[in-house]
């Protein structure tokens, strides 16, 4: 079985891009959420998504949106990166939401 | 919102000794959960506890839920060099399942 899986591993981008990061949950997980994980601190939550319908943000700009699709693979979008977005987002999805977390390897983000 | 705070931030340990990290809240906690991240890596699930004072165990990994659900530890015995890393614990709220994550406790070994 495949575990969660997120793309690209590894991305470089330029103060004022936008970029789309991939997750595609455990199958038959339908909870996938978001976390930025700066080096040195815990997740801190980003977007929870549930059978695709927000179920909570966290306390991220608007810049930062997020969608989950009908086979419950989900995109975050961050708008108009500042060099403080480098971090690694991490996806992790739940087969149920009171249930453990399995996470991605993660995507790191580089904005120079 | 539930915030958990995590004691020591960092932990250096010799190998064969013991040590114990903290989790502590200022409200009660529907659930706590325990999870080890290695360095360069994600974080890996360990424990879910859930009843007040419950304790469980994992090889040379005691959990314990503190009896007024506000407070949770992790104690490993005999630290080896497998047991580097980061460990965080992570508050489950009840009304929306938003699970939040402590700073961690950093865990470094001499051999």
């Known amino acids: 079985d495949a575990g969660v899986t997120q793309s690209p591993t590894h991305l470089i981008k330029t103060r004022g891009q936008q970029v789309t990061l991939r997750c595609s949950p455990i199958?038959?997980?339908?909870?996938v959420s978001w976390y930025q994980q700066v080096l040195g601190q815990g997740p801190q939550f980003i977007f929870q998504y549930y059978e695709k319908e927000e179920r909570g943000r966290g306390n991220f700009p608007d810049r930062f949106s997020a969608r989950q699709f009908p086979n419950y693979s989900s995109e975050l979008n961050v708008n108009a990166l500042l060099l403080g977005d480098s971090a690694l987002y991490l996806c992790?999805?739940?087969?149920?939401?009171?249930?453990?977390?399995?996470f991605g390897q993660g995507t790191r983000l580089t904005v120079v | 919102g539930q915030q958990v705070m995590q004691i020591p931030q960092y932990q250096h340990v010799q190998e064969g000794e013991d040590f114990t990290t903290y989790c502590n809240s200022s409200?009660?906690?529907?659930?706590i959960q325990w999870y080890k991240q290695r360095p360069g890596g994600h974080p890996v699930f360990l424990i879910q506890?859930?009843?007040?004072?419950e304790v469980k165990k994992q090889k040379r990994l005691t959990f314990q839920f503190g009896e007024a659900k506000k407070n949770s530890s992790l104690h490993i015995t005999a630290t080896q060099t497998t047991d580097v890393g980061t460990y965080f614990c992570?508050?489950?709220?009840?009304?929306?399942?938003?699970?939040?994550f402590g700073a961690g406790t950093t865990v470094t070994v001499r051999a």
């Open positions: 992570a508050a489950l709220r009840s009304n929306d399942y938003k699970l939040s």
């Open positions: 199958s038959g997980h339908k909870s």
């Open positions: 506890l859930v009843k007040s004072g």
């Open positions: 992790a999805s739940r087969g149920d939401l009171n249930t453990e977390a399995f």
């Open positions: 409200t009660t906690l529907s659930n």
